[in-house]
Structure formats: structure tokens, C-alpha cells
């Protein structure tokens, strides 16, 4: 006689909101959390960079150029003689202002016109389209110089000239999910009953396409403070002798022989939140798919 062994299947996550679910995956996600501790931490230490920075960014000291790291200046001195330690903490306020901010930016102008293209459709949608693709053909970075150069070199300029570039993403995807949405039912009902376009749009098609908006957010503030870097790097953003991760690389660049710590700073603080914001992304991505089962 033989006998058969049943496999108790896992247990249904019965009871739970979606929003609980999502943050049970993302906790599991241990690359993604990681990334969250250390955009907060650099969050915080933004924050708090007038009470924490040992040093005053912009204070020049003709005794102490190009020192090394020290007891007294853990990350050196620059060519002025000013701590790098402290231009790096007030530095990223610029970096991550930025990258939130241009995003933010960017998602403002998108999301509607996107909304606008999906749920109008005709030469409304094939205008917007084309466009979307004219500015989707030219690499993120040369067009965000030419609109920064165009604007004049001031950080404000290079977070307008970010914002405009990286709108173009989100009008696609705001698009292609307004697209799907105007076939369902719940969106067909709310038309006949004489629901507003406007209302349409914002009541009924921007709450579901949420996930998809705030994981393309995640991943792009990453893109923006890449940006912002090279647009400072190339005296388009960020004056000196205001600090900047990217002005700081550009000054650097004249000592890397003698000097690599000058370098070595503000290139690690962009590699690690570049990184740090990727992995959220990520996380963010497996834990809003609904499809996603981490058990």
C-alpha cells in the first residue's frame, strides 16, 4: 500500500492590506533595505550638515593646502585649504536637493500631460507622443547640458534643466498606463456617468498608476544626481565656492597625482548613493508588482 505525501501549501496573506504586503516584501528585499539605511543616513547627515560639518565649507586657509587626511581633517584638505570633510557634508545637500527635486519636477510636468495623451487620444495624444520621442532620441545628458547652458550656470537652472529632461519618462509611462485603464469597466462606468475628464484622470486612472510612478521616481533620482554632478563638473551647476560633489571632482581633477584624496571623497559619496537609490528602486519594484511572492 502505498502513501501519499500531502505538501501543505504556505499560507495565503489573508486579511493584510496591499501596503502591508509591499512593505513585508521590501523588508525581505536585504539589498534594498541596505540602500534605505544609507539614503537616510546621507538624508540626515544633509540635514544636519550645519551642526555635524567640523569646519567651514567655504573658510580658506593658506597654511593648510592639499594637506592629507589627518586627525584634524579626516578627508584632507582641498587647494584652498578647505576641510573636504565638511565640503562634502554641505555637498550633499546639493546632490540630493537636486535629485529630489528635479524628479519631483519632472513627475509635476509628466504625469498630467501623460494623463493628458492616454485619455484624450487623436492628434492630442500623437502630438504629445512625438515630442515625448524627439526629446527621448537625444542621450539624457547632452540634452541636459544644452538646456543648463542655455539657462545660465546656477544650481536652480541645472534642477529646472534636469527636470525638463527626465519629464519625457514619465509622460510615456503615466501614457501607457492611462491607456490601459480607459478600456476597464470602472473607468468606462465613471465616463457615463458624466464624471469631467480632469476628474477621470485624477480620480480614477493617477491612484492605480502610483507604483510604477514612485518605483520610475526612485530609479531616476539616481539618474539626476548623476547629472547634477556632470553639470557641476562642467561649471553648469552648483558655483563655487558653494560645495558640490560635482565641483569638487572638477577642482580635483588638476591634483589627482599629488592629491587623490581630493578625488577619492566626493567620487565614493556619488558612487554610494547612486547605488543606494538603485537598490531601492529595485526593492521598490519587487515589492509594488502584485505578481511578486517572496515566501
Same mark, same amino acid.
Given at each position: ?9 504556505? @499560507? *495565503?496573506?489573508?486579511? !493584510?492590506?496591499?501596503?502591508? $504586503? ?23 547627515? %544633509?540635514? *544636519? ?7 567651514? @565649507? ?11 587626511? +589627518? ?10 585649504g578647505r576641510?573636504? *570633510? ?7 545637500r546639493?546632490?540630493?536637493?537636486? /535629485? ?5 519636477g519632472?513627475?509635476?510636468? /509628466?504625469?498630467?500631460?501623460? =494623463?493628458?495623451?492616454? =485619455? ?8 504629445? +507622443?512625438?515630442?515625448?520621442? %524627439?526629446?527621448l ?23 529646472i ?9 514619465f509622460?510615456?509611462? #503615466?501614457? /501607457?498606463?492611462?491607456?490601459?485603464a ?13 464624471? @469631467? ?5 485624477f480620480?480614477?486612472? =493617477? ?5 510604477? *510612478?514612485?518605483? !520610475?521616481?526612485?530609479? %531616476?533620482?539616481?539618474? %539626476?544626481?548623476?547629472?547634477?554632478a +556632470?553639470? +557641476?563638473f562642467?561649471?553648469?551647476? !552648483? ?11 572638477? #577642482?580635483? !581633477? $588638476?591634483? =589627482? ?6 578625488a ?16 531601492? /528602486? ?8 502584485? $505578481?511578486?511572492?517572496?515566501?
Open positions: 500500500m502505498s502513501t501519499t505525501v500531502a505538501t501543505k501549501a504556505p @499560507p *495565503l496573506e489573508r486579511g !493584510q492590506s496591499p501596503a502591508r $504586503r509591499a512593505v513585508r516584501r521590501f523588508l525581505r528585499h536585504k539589498l534594498a533595505v541596505a540602500g534605505l539605511v544609507v539614503v537616510l543616513s546621507f538624508i540626515l547627515i %544633509a540635514a *544636519l550638515a550645519p551642526w555635524i560639518a567640523p569646519y567651514d @565649507p567655504i573658510a580658506t586657509s593658506w597654511t593648510n593646502i592639499r594637506k592629507p587626511p +589627518s586627525a584634524l581633517h579626516w578627508f584632507g584638505t582641498d587647494e584652498n576641510d573636504v *570633510l565638511s565640503r562634502l557634508i554641505w555637498g550633499a546639493a546632490s540630493l536637493m537636486a /535629485g529630489v527635486i528635479s524628479v519631483l519632472a513627475v509635476l510636468i /509628466g504625469v498630467p500631460i501623460g =494623463l493628458l495623451a492616454g =485619455l484624450a487620444g487623436g492628434w492630442v495624444d500623437a502630438t504629445i +507622443s512625438r515630442i515625448a520621442d %524627439a526629446m532620441s537625444v542621450p539624457f545628458l547632452i540634452l541636459a547640458i544644452a538646456l543648463a547652458a542655455f539657462l545660465g550656470p546656477a544650481l536652480e537652472n541645472a534642477m534643466a534636469i527636470a525638463i529632461t527626465a519629464s519625457p519618462v509622460v510615456r509611462l #503615466s501614457r /501607457g498606463m492611462a491607456l490601459d480607459k478600456s476597464t469597466d470602472w473607468v468606462e462606468a465613471s465616463r457615463a456617468l458624466g464624471n @469631467p475628464p480632469w476628474r477621470i484622470a480620480v480614477h486612472v =493617477l491612484p492605480n498608476i502610483i507604483p510604477p *510612478l514612485l518605483v !520610475q521616481s526612485t530609479l %531616476a533620482i539616481a539618474e %539626476a544626481i548623476i547629472a547634477e +556632470s553639470l +557641476s562642467l561649471g553648469l551647476g !552648483q558655483q563655487p565656492p558653494a560645495p558640490s560633489w560635482g565641483s569638487m571632482l572638477n #577642482s580635483a !581633477q $588638476r591634483f =589627482l597625482d599629488g592629491a587623490p584624496w581630493l577619492i571623497a566626493p567620487g565614493a559619496a556619488i558612487f554610494v548613493v547612486v547605488l543606494a537609490f538603485n537598490l531601492v /528602486g529595485d526593492g521598490l519594484r519587487d515589492a509594488l508588482d502584485p $505578481r511578486a511572492d517572496r515566501r
